[in-house]
């Protein structure tokens, strides 16, 4: 066996050989060269280490020549051009494949923060587009020709919609209870409550932004109760800022008390200290499920002094931090040299902007806005949906099962296993880290997977597995779609779905529940190019 793999390495093409061949040549053409001969040195030297690796793993002086013929020729069908030439393309379809890619959400999380929350409405999307086409008033009063200010652009609709004297946007809220912090505190004391000392996301600790904002924390109260007096008790002559944070991704329950924001903002009134409130998610609706949810409104109107919170959680926006308050205290944080560093692109404010202007409607904001609009989705709604999709899946599906009963194949790709599909009844939950114990009532298509070898030989967990793992791996031009397995099955919740998203879902689970292959990824679908 060792003379035939080294007649192997020697039939291995040059890197110049399959470059001019007539498959590398159509792609050549659309892209960088030197990517493209990159892939086929990639190409080459994978199978040249799988003909070493073959090597290695013979076992000489034994009697399975039936294994190592196996071997040689499963080898022998990975050297020859056209088997390189197309490892090669997939290599270099990969490389060039952009990183961040739309997926299709059917894990029944809404804003889903691994998934890049919310999505914008048409209007926030138009403003973006044509702020990044083309020069913009970014910082620029057309009225008089001089130099303006980013903050204009958005202060006039935060004020408006919230009640505020003033407002000013940064890139999240992180940066804005930092850059609140450094600005009204720094050197100084904050008092928060031991109940309130939270973690958001996998980095943002209350203690970590107080201590990097150069702020003394104190805190006060026990984890589960916090009074008044133990506010009014920490107060010394050093107290720059009384600080109360929203628990938004989890709940305290049973035994407890906390202080409300209109009793802090008396106690700071009389004490003359200014009150902070960071709301982190940024409530801006009148929405049912938001009653567990205190609203942006609320902190302004019971007189929290500088309000903080998301733009792109229960708001529906873009990434970004919005402060609102009091104008001293705003004004003081524009002026501070970190707002500088943590300022808003010109493509954030034309989409918040966008975002902005339809909550001057409130229904028409609940509509366009796709958070609000998935939000708010009764079951019937979502029912209605789950059986769009199990009509449009169905119809596909049933030629693949009548397929595998035959015994065929269909685009040369062997159907691993019958799949059943069925409508069940969901809880979607908002994500975001916000509204922890909320459940909206969904439904989600389930799909289970029976028969077939791959059931046969590690059961249908196995197939169902696979299947969630395709449809993540999808290549272009189908779009991947992110679900999620439990109970042995597959659940495409249809919570944050579109019904224009519908024949996507369809499509990409279509192929990937036919795939079989030793690398799906690489698999193109039927009729594609």
């Known amino acids: 066996m060792r003379e035939e793999l080294q007649a192997l390495l020697r039939a291995l093409p040059s890197v110049e050989e399959l470059a001019q061949s007539a498959q590398m040549a159509s792609v050549m053409g659309s ?30 002086g034994s009697d399975s020549t039936e294994h190592a013929e196996a071997t040689l020729a499963a080898l022998r069908s990975l050297v020859t051009p056209d088997a390189l030439a197309t490892r090669a393309c997939n290599h270099l379809e990969s490389v060039t494949r952009p990183n961040l890619r739309r997926v299709l959400n059917a894990t029944g999380v809404v804003v889903h923060t691994n998934l890049g929350r919310s999505i914008l409405a048409p209007q926030a999307i138009e403003r973006a587009m044509e702020a990044a086409a083309g020069y913009s008033t970014l910082e620029y009063r057309l009225s008089t020709g001089a130099r303006g200010s980013r903050h204009e652009h958005v202060e006039g609709l935060l004020t408006e919609l919230t009640g505020a004297e003033a407002a000013m946007v940064v890139n999240n809220n992180a940066a804005a209870v930092l850059l609140m912090l450094a600005a009204l505190a720094h050197g100084h004391e904050v008092i928060v409550s031991r109940g309130q000392l939270v973690e958001i996301g996998g980095s943002f600790r209350i203690p970590d932004i107080m201590r990097v904002s150069g702020a003394k ?14 506010y009014e ?37 009389a004490r003359g200290i200014p009150v902070a409130d960071d709301l982190g998610s940024g409530a801006l609706a009148s929405l049912d499920v938001f009653d567990q949810e205190p609203s942006v409104q609320e902190s302004v109107s019971a007189g929290a002094d500088v309000v903080t919170f998301s733009g792109d959680k229960l708001l529906g926006g873009p990434q970004a931090g919005i402060v609102v308050g009091r104008a001293p205290w705003i004004e003081a944080m524009k002026r501070h040299p970190l707002a500088r560093a943590v300022r808003v692109d010109k493509m954030t404010l034309a989409a918040l902007e966008g975002t902005l202007r339809l909550y001057r409607d409130p229904e028409r904001a609940v509509h366009d806005i796709p958070t609000l609009r998935y939000l708010s989705r009764g079951p019937a709604e979502t029912r209605g949906l789950a059986e769009e999709l199990v009509e449009r899946l169905g119809n596909r599906l049933e030629e693949k099962v009548a397929a595998a009963d035959a015994g065929r194949t269909e685009g ?107 690398d799906d990824a690489n698999a193109r679908p039927e009729g594609r190019s």
């Open 217 to 230: 924390l104190v805190e006060v109260g026990t984890t589960n109760k916090t009074r008044l007096s133990d």
């Open 31 to 60: 892209h960088p060269r030197t990517l493209a001969v990159e892939a086929i040195r990639t190409a080459v030297a994978e199978v040249r280490r799988a003909i070493l690796d073959a090597g290695i793993r013979a076992p000489w």
């Open 412 to 518: 040369g790709l062997e159907t691993e296993a019958k799949v059943t599909l069925s409508v069940e009844v969901t809880g979607a939950k908002a994500g975001g880290g916000a509204l922890p114990l909320l459940e909206v009532p969904s439904h989600a298509v389930v799909l289970r997977c029976t028969g077939g070898r791959a059931a046969q030989t590690a059961g249908p967990e196995w197939s169902v597995v696979e299947v969630e793992r395709r449809l993540r791996l999808a290549p272009p031009p189908l779009t991947p779609v992110v679900a999620r397995v439990g109970r042995d099955a597959l659940f495409l919740d249809v919570a944050a779905l579109g019904q224009d998203e519908l024949d996507l879902v369809a499509e990409t689970v279509f192929w990937a529940v036919r795939v079989h292959g030793e």
């Open 233 to 269: 008790a920490a107060i010394s002559p050093d107290t720059a800022l009384l600080l109360r944070v929203h628990s938004s991704n989890f709940k305290i329950v049973g035994f407890t008390e906390e202080v409300g924001v209109t009793d802090l903002v008396s106690l700071g009134a």
